[in-house]
Nanobody
């Protein structure tokens, strides 16, 4: 079992920055990859980005590439999502997710590839 708790969401003006954190507990954190997803009202949950088990490789959706950065600290069992140059269309509930079956795989964009999910944290970007 893996428990995930996100934090760091809030209200920010367009062009601003936020850093989300996701604290993990349960299984050994360095044994699995982590992903970030988001879900806006009335829309499906969409992939944001992913980081492999060691933190050496990351992959991003085109919509956030160059603005968002994922990192992880395996000593702190935490993964981060640094969001810069935020836009109103980034408004959503953001979720972290753990992939225990494919820790070395870089590209896994579907929700079904992830085994555990956090409760989500709201990010609202005002124009």
């Amino acid at each position: 079992q893996v428990q995930l708790v996100e934090s760091g969401g809030g209200l920010v003006q367009a062009g601003g920055s936020l850093r989300l954190s996701c604290a993990a507990s349960g299984r050994t954190f360095s044994n699995y990859a982590m992903g970030w997803f988001r879900q806006a009202p009335g829309k499906e949950r969409e992939f944001v980005g992913r980081i492999t088990w060691s933190g050496g490789n990351t992959y991003y959706a085109d919509s956030v590439k160059g603005r968002f950065t994922i990192s992880r600290d395996n000593a702190k069992n935490t993964v981060y999502l640094q969001m810069n140059s935020l836009k109103p269309e980034d408004t959503a509930v953001y979720y972290c997710a753990a992939d225990i079956r494919g820790p070395y795989i870089l590209v896994r964009r579907t929700t079904g590839a992830y085994d555990y999910w956090g409760q989500g944290t709201q990010v609202t970007v005002s124009s």
